[in-house]
Structures are given as structure tokens and as C-alpha cells.
């Protein structure tokens, strides 16, 4: 049967670099790809094309240096066209792992959700070719890759065949961090779609079923259940056995993790979905809130001085994914940063100072050297709304 899932422009023009985020390349008609040499060539239809070539960070940051490169040339109609050595009926979509992977939230960010954004609409009919291969990402998460394709993955850098499709796609759409917008997607899927994507991969309970909160109230010694995330060397809980009892005094049963890059996301996955809200400080832990179901709640506690990024790190996100967002700035009292710099130090003083002055800077002050003594009373309305929330 011929291919119908997208027809050959009318010129050769296959690359859009006009993106700020991302830059792709989709090649309708004769693509055949060339891992070894990390090139994707498309032979036009018609007899007057201009040979074009052009270079592509094949992941959905284009602005990060080491994403590694695939190169895409339109042949001119006199350059041959290297011989196919195996075809195939479906499409296949090329992408780079590496750059900012191996943070679970850049994980989901730079890739997940990307790929979902541009492979989904296949409905597993498709290949995917990676380069610059990372076999623990694979690993992690092929429950969710094997959602997306029904295929061997190929390592694209060590595949030493010329393969023939009807439609290769170069690179990973994006809309924003951690972010899809349905007005940019010609499917108009939403986060929603992503975490219930997520979910029905992992085998958690179907979209109405409710928080377990609420879907056993026959039990009456029932207790809402919070998982928290306790961070192993950045923005720590420095109080977190005093944290634990004031979330047990508000009637919460706690789960206390410290999720590792080699935690098995299959088993990680359940243990979220067993838990109406997930607390942690600002930083990767929190993107496990694609496992929560529908009404679960994210408890996000800021670090001082990052404020003004909380939101569209995890606050968006999780509103779009249909969850609660709760927030809690800390007070410089709650921080570290005020024992090791006192109360007259532009750090305390005037954080905006020390964000005008770059991103590296914020990182490696409030990001990197900053713990966290939680001081439950001042905390105490916010998880209040977090109960609300649950209630």
C-alpha cells in the first residue's frame, strides 16, 4: 500500500531551522539514512532540485554545543543516490541522546515529552534511530520507548546499513521546558495526554480511577500518603527526621525516597502511583510527578533565591498535567546560605543582584551550596492547601 502519512513538498526544502528551541528536518518520499556517517539523505521527486545540505543538533535544545550533529543533504538530481541495503513501509525519526541527559527532569524535558510530541501521532508504527547512544537511557526507559515504537531501536552511529523509508523525521519537536502546547501540536495533545501516556505504559490504574486517598474511603483509618523526596547532596533537608514527624502530625503517612539514577522506574513508578502527593526541594526528584494520578498533588518546596524559576520548572507542568501545585518560598532563616554568608551579603540581601549576574552564578549559589532547615510552623498553610487539594 503507498504511503500516506505526509506527501513530498513541492520544493526541496526539508529542514526548518526558524525554531528558537529546536531545529527539524522531515523528508516525505525517499529518505535513506546512513548511521555510520550520520546522514540522512532525501532523493527528490522532481527533476529540477537544487542539492541542499544541512546540519542539525538532532535533540530538542539546539543551543547546546555537545548535541551531537546529523547531517541532511537533498540530492540535486545528478548526484546518485547511495543504493538501500534494507527498506522499510514505515517512518523513522532520528534523534541524539546525550547533551543534558541523565537529570531526570532533562530527561522528560529534552527528550521524553519531545519525543512523544513527534512520535506518538504513529501510533508505534515507527523506527527510531539514535545517535550518540546512551544504553542506560534506553534501559531506564524503554517501558516508555516501547510505547512509542514497536521496532528494534537502531544505534544509529554504529549501523552500517542504508535504510530506505518513506518518511524520516531529524530531531525532536519542542514547545517549552517540561511543556507541550495543544495549539502547537497538530494532534493538540497536552501534558495530560503525556502523564496518561506515561501511566498506561507503566500499567498504573486507568485515568478515572481516583487518588488512593480517595478511592479506598471504606477504609476509615485510611491516611492521605506523601512521598518524600529527600535529595542526596543539593538543597538537602538537613531537618528531614523533624520534617517527617510534622507531615505524620498533620495526618500524612510518609514515604521517604532518595530516588538514584539506577532506581527501577518500573517498581519507582508504583511507588508514586500509591501516593496522593510528592514533596521535595526544587530540583529533578520532582518531575516523578508524571506518575501521580489525576488530582494528585505536587508539595514544591523553592530554595531562597530561586523563586523566580519555580514555576516553569515544575509549577506549569504539573498544572497542565492536571495536578495540584502547592509552593512554599523558604525564608533565609530556612537556609543554609544564611549561616555561611549572614544577613548584610548580596546573597541574602539582594538575590536579584546575584541573577543579573547569569545563570552560573544562581547555580552554584543557590542550586549547589544551599540546604534546607524547614521550619514546619511557617510551612504549615501551605500543606494545609496541599490537604485541601487531597480532601
Not at 545540505?53 to 547546546?64: C, G, T, V
Not at 541495503?85 to 522528560?108: C, E, Q, R, Y
Not at 511507588?271 to 530540583?283: E, N
Request: include cysteine.
Amino acid at each position: 500500500a503507498p504511503y500516506t502519512k505526509c506527501t513530498p513538498p513541492p520544493n526541496s526544502t526539508v529542514c526548518d531551522l526558524s525554531n528558537s528551541r529546536f531545529d527539524i528536518c522531515e523528508l516525505c518520499g525517499d529518505a535513506r539514512t546512513i548511521g555510520q556517517s550520520s546522514t540522512v539523505m532525501y532523493v527528490p521527486h522532481t527533476e529540477t532540485s537544487d542539492g541542499e545540505e544541512w546540519s542539525i543538533r538532532a535533540q530538542s535544545r539546539k543551543n547546546i554545543p555537545w548535541v551531537k550533529k546529523v547531517t541532511v543533504k537533498s540530492l540535486n538530481t545528478s548526484q546518485p543516490a547511495p543504493k538501500c541495503t534494507s527498506k522499510h513501509a514505515m517512518p523513522a525519526i532520528v534523534f541524539a541522546l546525550g547533551g543534558l541527559t541523565a537529570n531526570v527532569w532533562h530527561d522528560f524535558s529534552d527528550v521524553l515529552v519531545p519525543l512523544f510530541l513527534t512520535a506518538r501521532q504513529f501510533d508505534r508504527d515507527v523506527q527510531l534511530l539514535i545517535t550518540n547512544n546512551q544504553p542506560w537511557f534506553s534501559k531506564k526507559y524503554m517501558t516508555i520507548l516501547s510505547k512509542l515504537t514497536r521496532y528494534d531501536i537502531i544505534d544509529f552511529d554504529s549501523d552500517d546499513q542504508v535504510r530506505c523509508y518513506p518518511h524520516v523525521i531529524v530531531g525532536l519537536r519542542s514547545h517549552g521546558d517540561l511543556g507541550i502546547y495543544p495549539n502547537l501540536s497538530p494532534q493538540n495533545y497536552t501534558m495530560m495526554d503525556f502523564r496518561l501516556f506515561v501511566r498506561e505504559a507503566y500499567g498504573l490504574p486507568a485515568a478515572k480511577v481516583a487518588i488512593p486517598y480517595k478511592a479506598d474511603r471504606d477504609d476509615p483509618d485510611k491516611k492521605p500518603r506523601i512521598m518524600l523526596i529527600d535529595r542526596g547532596k543539593t538543597r538537602r533537608f538537613i531537618n528531614a527526621p523533624y520534617i517527617v514527624q510534622g507531615l505524620e502530625w498533620f495526618g500524612f503517612e510518609v514515604v521517604k525516597v532518595d530516588p538514584k539514577m539506577d532506581t527501577s522506574l518500573d517498581e519507582f513508578a508504583r511507588l508514586v502511583d500509591s501516593c496522593d502527593a510528592i514533596m521535595g526541594a526544587h530540583g529533578a526528584g520532582l518531575t516523578n510527578m508524571v506518575f501521580l494520578r489525576s488530582g494528585g498533588v505536587v508539595v514544591h518546596i523553592v530554595p531562597y533565591g530561586i523563586e523566580f524559576m519555580a514555576d516553569g520548572f515544575y509549577g506549569k507542568p504539573a498544572r497542565d498535567m492536571g495536578l495540584g501545585h502547592v509552593k512554599y518560598g523558604i525564608s533565609p532563616e530556612e537556609s543554609t546560605l544564611l549561616e555561611k554568608y549572614g544577613w548584610n551579603h548580596t546573597v541574602i540581601k539582594d538575590p536579584e543582584t546575584i541573577r543579573s549576574s547569569g545563570w552560573d552564578k544562581v547555580g552554584e549559589v543557590y542550586m549547589t551550596k544551599q540546604d534546607i532547615v524547614l521550619n514546619m510552623t511557617r510551612f504549615g498553610p501551605v500543606l494545609l492547601k496541599a490537604i485541601d487539594f487531597i480532601m
